[in-house]
């Protein structure tokens, strides 16, 4: 999980995963803008979340207010994490038999 030094601190994984679930269409602007700084290795997922996020927000399926929004980011931030989880302790479940 070493990421390297020399990209913007935005573009690592949880600044950017904070970012993105909180406000899409900023995420996805940052990401254009580093485009070229980005791994290549991080540039589908980041894209990926970025319009889905981005569509959300335009089509008002986020709630409108800042409590909800920090609310709905909250669960679907604690949804993601407890997937990764537990897809990364299968992963390595079957890596290790």
Known sequence: M???KNIPFLMRRVPFFMLY???GPLALVI???YW???STDDR???LFFSVVFSLFFITKIIPDGLLSIVIFSATYTFVLFATYII???KRNSTDNE
């Open 44 to 46: 589908g997922p980041y």
């Open 21 to 23: 679930a909180l406000c």
């Open 36 to 38: 070229r700084d980005t």
């Open 87 to 89: 897809l990364n302790r």
């Open 2 to 4: 070493d990421e390297p």
């Open 31 to 33: 990401l254009i803008i």
